[in-house]
């Protein structure tokens, strides 16, 4: 009984303590929106949230780690979670811009200032370790031929197209509506997909070589 007493105490212990860092996430994405991350502090955060600073020190001891718990909230919030890229077939890849496109306008106002800080930079290249590898595994079934470290580069020109780095350009740089960036760069992705498949590696195909002309033909040509 005493044992029994005792897990459900830990259940409950577990489940406060997750809520709690989730409410002090959504604490720091309000105040991203306000005010970018100047103005993201962990001791605003707790004023925000309504706890002690010693509190939000104990789930987020350092600012990054506090905006390493708001990537860990982004990224499936805006498809771009390790899971969605390991599920996604290389047919269902130029369906991702038409998808997230959308989230990435939907939390601009998170999205935008995250994407200026080079804190936030460090712990989001930081968390990318093993990507490249994981996305060219994707691609893989499109080019078994394929060096691994040309496919690793293949696939990432594809997965900037599905990016936020591009979904800003386009909608910034080149003042495309939102609906009109997606299918663009859905398209992009489309076209770079037909050609991983018809190539063999990054480097064209070489064209094939004019046969040398015989010394009858070139002579037949002097004389014309």
């Known amino acids: 009984m005493i044992m029994a007493t005792r897990r459900y105490r830990s259940a409950i212990r577990t489940e406060q303590t997750a809520q709690t860092r989730a409410h002090l996430v ?3 994405r ?5 005010g970018g991350v100047d103005g993201l502090t962990l001791p ?27 990537l860990e909230w982004l990224r499936p919030a805006v498809g771009q979670s390790r899971e969605r890229l390991l599920q996604t077939t290389p047919e269902a890849l130029p369906a991702v811009p038409l998808e997230n496109f959308r ?27 093993d990507r490249k590898e994981e996305a060219a595994r994707v691609l ?3 080019a078994p031929e394929w060096r691994a470290r040309e496919l690793e580069a293949a696939s990432g020109a594809v997965y900037a197209l599905c990016s936020p780095q591009t979904w800003r350009w386009l909608r910034e740089t ?34 094939p070589k004019k046969p040398k002309k015989s010394e009858k033909s070139k002579k037949e040509a002097k004389k014309r």
């Open 30 to 34: 309000d105040l991203l929106a306000e």
């Open 26 to 28: 959504e604490c720091a």
């Open 174 to 207: 080149w003042a495309l509506p939102n609906e009109l960036a997606a299918e663009a760069a859905s398209w992009a992705v489309r076209a770079l997909l037909e050609a991983v498949k018809r190539q063999g590696g990054l480097a064209p195909p070489t064209p």
């Open 103 to 129: 989230k990435y306008d939907e939390h601009a106002a998170v999205l935008l200032p995250l994407m200026d800080s080079r804190a936030f930079n460090r712990v989001r290249i930081g968390s990318m370790s």
């Open 44 to 70: 605003l955060v707790a004023k925000r949230a309504g706890v002690s600073i010693p509190t939000v020190y104990r789930h987020f001891p350092t600012l990054e780690d506090l905006l390493r718990g708001v």
């Open 140 to 142: 893989r079934t499109l």
